[in-house]
Every structure is written in C-alpha cells, then in structure tokens.
C-alpha cells in the first residue's frame, strides 16, 4: 500500500508562489507517473495540473505551463509542484497521485487558495 503525504498548500495573494510537495512511503522509481491534480469544488471532475513520469519525461496542463514545475527528489522519494505568478483560478484542493502497477494511488488533498 503506496501512501502519500501532501504539504505546502495555503493562502496566498495573487502573483505569489507556493510550492506543493507529497513525500511517498517507497521509492518513486516504482511509479510509472506522478502527477498533481486539482478539484476546484466538491463534485467537480479532477484535472490534471502537471505529471513526471519514472524517466523524467513532463507534461502541463495549459493553463499552468510557464508559471508551474514539477520536479522530484529521488533520495527523499517526494514529488514537488513549484508554483508561481499563481491567479486566482488556480484556487482548488491539490491532490498528488501515483501510478504502480496500472494502480492509482491519492493523496489527502492540500488546499490551495489565491486571493485578489
């Protein structure tokens, strides 16, 4: 059982940076993907926000290409989501996601809020 532990989410004025970070409980080269993916309210469907596959490939959403970055520290087996010039739309719950074996595995969530 693959779990995660997100941090670094809060409050923060439009144009700021936070960075996200999801420490995972084994090595991050047994996951074929990690990804962060946000959900703007309850019930609304998760959308990708950016991934980094075991090789290193990266892929963005397009509404955040430019402004975030996601990287990770292999020793520390933690994924990280750099983001700055943040707008107000980017307020959600931030979730990390990994993929072992086909599976996916969630994190808690991480609350993200940009104020005007």
């Known amino acids: 059982q693959v779990q995660l532990v997100e941090s670094g989410g809060g409050l923060v004025q439009a144009g700021g940076s936070l960075r996200l970070s999801c420490a995972a409980s084994?090595?991050?080269?047994?996951?074929?993907?990690m990804g962060w993916y946000r959900q703007e309210a309850p019930g609304k469907q998760h959308e990708l926000v950016a991934?980094?596959?075991?090789?290193?490939?990266?892929n963005y959403a397009d509404s955040v290409k430019g402004r975030f970055t996601i990287s990770r520290d292999t020793a520390k087996n933690t994924v990280y989501l750099q983001m700055n010039s943040l707008k107000t739309e980017d307020t959600a719950v931030y979730y990390c996601?990994?993929?072992?074996?086909?599976?996916?595995?969630w994190g808690q969530g991480t609350q993200v809020t940009v104020s005007s």
């Open positions: 996601a990994v993929y072992q074996a086909g599976v996916p595995y």
């Open positions: 991934a980094i596959t075991r090789g290193g490939s990266t």
């Open positions: 084994g090595s991050i080269f047994s996951f074929s993907r």
